[in-house]
Structure formats: C-alpha cells, structure tokens
C-alpha cells in the first residue's frame, strides 16, 4: 500500500511537470509542425487561457481603478485643500483692499476738513432706550481731546466726543436724542436742526424748526452749516426720508436718516477744534 502510494505521488509529479511544458511546447509551435497531440492540447487548453486571460484582465481593470481612485482621491484631496487656502487668501485681499479703500478716503477727508484731527478706531456701541453712544480708541494715544469735539467720517457727521478715559472716547452719535446739529439742505439752502429721535429699534432724524415755506422734499441731503463751529462745514448728515406739510403751524415735518451706517462703522476722524472758544463767538448770520 505504501508503494502504491509512492508511485501515484510520483506519477503526479511528473504529470504536472509534464504538462506546463507539453502546454508549452503546443502553444510556441507553428501550426504546419504540429502533431496530433499538440492539436489535442491546444484544443484542450483554449477554454483554459480564455477564462485565465478573462480573470486577468478582469483583476488587472479592478486594480487599476483601484489606483485611479485612490490617485485621483489624493488630487481632490489636495486641490481642495489648494482651493480653500486661495479663497481664504482671495478673502483676506477682498478685505484688506476695502480696508486700503476706506483709509485712503478717510486721508483724503482729513485734507478736505482743513482742521486738525485725529483718527480712531471704533471698538464698541451702546444702543440703549436712552442713548446712542459708541466707543473709539485713539490711532495716537496722548492726544488732547474734549467733550463736544465732532467726530466724523467718509459717509458724514458721527457725532460729539461724550467723555474722554485715556485713549478711550465715547461719542455721542448723531442719532442720539441729546445730540443736534445744525444743517443746510444741499438743495434750497434751508435751514434746520437734526436731532435724533431716540428710536431703539433702528437709527432715525428728526429735522427741527424747519419752516411750513422751506423747500424740501424726499431725497434732499442735509449738510452741517458750519453754525458755532461744532462740525466742519458741508459735511453730510442725512438725507431726507419724509415731509409732512401741515394746513397751519409754522414748522413742516421732515423725518431723516443718517448718511453714516453706524451698523458698518469702522474708522473715524476727532476734529481738534477749540469748541469752548467756538461757543463764545456770537453767530453773526440769520437763519435765512
């Protein structure tokens, strides 16, 4: 039994040594040269090379797309990294470039005033019931800054230094109801007084004493007159929003909006007037 084992591992040995190479032998021959058992072979091993060619090629197509895949993951990996750092720095520009625009207003609005001023940057804002006040901090620490200083900006009048604690100056906005500028429509040339209503829910004028005969209408822009040297002449203040005319009475109705978007509000410019003195000077001219 031994023996017979021995021979039939022997005689499988052989075979599957023989058959690579009768295999072999058949597929490397010319078809004139063949002999009957090279036929036999070719014709036994067709179905094999096709179904092992098939799995191949079919193994070889799923680990190139394997690779692909994992290549073209890799790319998408980085080109979206790529892109979210250029969005980032596209932001950055965009944000730096409205910032360059803003500054180079605000330079050019300091050489138009034709007064002294100092720059400050805007920290905070205090919308209570009862007042409108925001919080700037000096560019220059040490400046000498008094109450009732009008603060301006690229838009317009802001409002009137409130209190001063080192760098730090509150200033009494313009839609503030204890703050009143006196103004011009562009227009006309009429005159009147803006106060802000002290509205909590959203930034609104009030134009006073403006009289039942003075042109105005929606649309109109009001200008700082210039009257006691609290703001600068021609600066904006509002724009007209609303007239209302009455049968009697003396003064019209004009409700206003401010030109600043104290919403938005960044940058700002403390003019240095002496208002103390400004205040002591008698207005010489009428009110039309």
């Known amino acids: 039994m031994t023996s017979f ?3 039939r591992d022997i005689f499988l040995v052989v075979v599957l040594l023989a058959l690579p190479f009768f295999f072999l ?3 490397i021959r010319a078809p004139e040269d063949m002999h009957p058992l090279d036929r036999t072979i070719n014709k036994l091993s067709a179905p094999l090379q096709y179904v092992a060619a098939a799995v191949a090629r079919s193994l070889s197509g799923v680990i190139n797309d394997y690779v692909y895949l994992v290549d073209v993951k890799d790319d998408n990996n980085k080109l979206a990294y790529e892109n979210a750092r250029l969005m980032q720095r ?3 520009l965009t944000s730096e470039q409205a910032e360059n625009r803003r500054l180079r207003k605000l330079l050019s609005l300091r050489d138009t005033v034709g007064v002294e001023t100092a720059s400050a940057l805007v920290v905070a804002k205090d919308t209570s019931q009862y007042f409108r006040v925001a919080q700037v901090v000096l560019d220059r620490p040490g400046v000498l800054i008094r109450p009732n200083m009008p603060v301006i900006s690229v838009d317009g009048a802001v409002g009137t230094v409130l209190r001063v604690s080192g760098d730090k100056v509150d200033v009494r906005l313009t839609v503030d109801s204890g703050n009143g500028i006196d103004v011009v429509v562009e227009r006309t040339r009429a005159r009147g007084l803006v106060r802000g209503t002290g509205d909590p829910a959203r930034y609104t004028l009030r ?3 403006m009289e039942r ?5 929606v649309g109109d822009l009001l200008l700082t007159s210039g009257v006691g040297c609290r703001f600068p ?8 929003k609303e007239v209302k005319k009455r049968e009697f009475g003396i003064y019209q109705t004009v409700e206003a909006e401010p030109t600043v978007d104290f919403s938005r509000l960044e940058e700002v410019l403390i003019t240095l007037s002496d208002t103390k003195e400004c205040e002591q000077k008698p207005d010489v001219r009428t009110r039309k």
């Open 25 to 27: 032998r058949a597929t």
């Open 90 to 92: 596209l932001r950055e």
């Open 207 to 209: 134009v006073q004493y």
């Open 233 to 240: 002449r021609g600066i904006p203040v509002a724009r007209v």
């Open 5 to 7: 084992r021995r021979l």
């Open 213 to 217: 005969t003075d042109q105005v209408e």
